[in-house]
């Protein structure tokens, strides 16, 4: 089992940056494929960016590219989301997942999921 705590989020202006963190416990991080998700208010979940376990690949959702950066770091069992020139449409709880395979986008594949981090962006 891992658990996932995130942290980071709050609020801030349009155009502003965030860094969001997620730290893992209990079994190897490192075993992990690694997922940012955000669920906007009425919406349903959507995958923001996912990264391999070697933190060697990297898929972003067409909506953050350019503007969000997934890395991880595997000595301090944490994945970071970095995102810049935030959008009122970025506001959502942010949300960090963990499955054992390959990444995917699909929510339900994920295993694992933190408590999310609720990001809202003021115009």
């Known amino acids: 089992q891992v658990q996932l705590v995130e942290s980071g989020g709050g609020l801030v202006q349009a155009g502003g940056s965030l860094r969001l963190s997620c730290a893992a416990s209990?079994?190897?991080?490192?075993?992990?494929?690694m997922g940012w998700f955000r669920r906007a208010p009425g919406k349903e979940r959507e995958l923001v960016a996912h990264?391999?376990?070697?933190?060697?690949?990297?898929y972003y959702t067409h909506s953050v590219k350019g503007r969000f950066t997934i890395s991880r770091d595997n000595a301090k069992n944490t994945v970071y989301l970095q995102i810049a020139s935030l959008k009122p449409e970025d506001t959502a709880v942010y949300y960090c997942?963990?499955?054992?395979?390959?990444?995917?986008?699909?929510?339900?594949?994920?295993?694992?999921w933190g408590q999310g981090t609720q990001v809202t962006v003021s115009s």
């Open positions: 997942a963990a499955r054992l395979e390959v990444p995917t986008m699909l929510p339900y594949e994920y295993t694992h």
């Open positions: 990264i391999s376990k070697s933190g060697g690949i990297t």
């Open positions: 209990g079994r190897t991080f490192s075993s992990y494929a």
